[in-house]
């Protein structure tokens, strides 16, 4: 069992960044790709970035590029999202999820724990 806790979601202008941070605990010995994934009212969830267990290999939603860096610490099991020039779309519960896989997916069936999810807003 792997067990995920995000923070750092909140209150944001259009324009500003955010930082949001996701700590593993548990079975955190075996190695696993991170994905965020966000999801808006009404809306199916969706992926938002991800990365590969050595950090080597990123991907990110096409709506995200250029303004979104997902990082991660495996000495500290952490992955990060750092959200750049947050526009009012970017609204919604962002998700930290952990892969069955070393190597960066973007599949949201091949992510089998979750985080209960932090919140973002973008007024505008």
């Known amino acids: 069992q792997v067990q995920l806790v995000e923070s750092g979601g909140g209150l944001v202008q259009a324009g500003g960044s955010l930082r949001l941070s996701c700590v593993a605990s548990?079975?955190?010995?075996?190695?696993?790709?991170m994905g965020w994934f966000r999801q808006a009212p009404g809306k199916e969830r969706e992926f938002v970035a991800g990365?590969?267990?050595?950090?080597?290999?990123?991907g990110y939603a096409d709506s995200v590029k250029g303004r979104f860096t997902i990082s991660r610490d495996n000495a500290k099991n952490t992955v990060y999202l750092q959200m750049n020039s947050l526009k009012p779309e970017d609204t919604a519960v962002y998700y930290c999820?952990?892969?069955?896989?070393?190597?960066?997916?973007?599949?949201?069936?091949?992510?089998?724990?979750w985080g209960q999810g932090t919140q973002v807003t973008v007024s505008s």
């Open positions: 548990g079975h955190t010995s075996s190695s696993r790709a």
């Open positions: 999820a952990s892969s069955r896989n070393i190597g960066l997916t973007l599949k949201k069936i091949d992510y089998d724990y």
């Open positions: 990365i590969s267990w050595s950090g080597g290999d990123l």
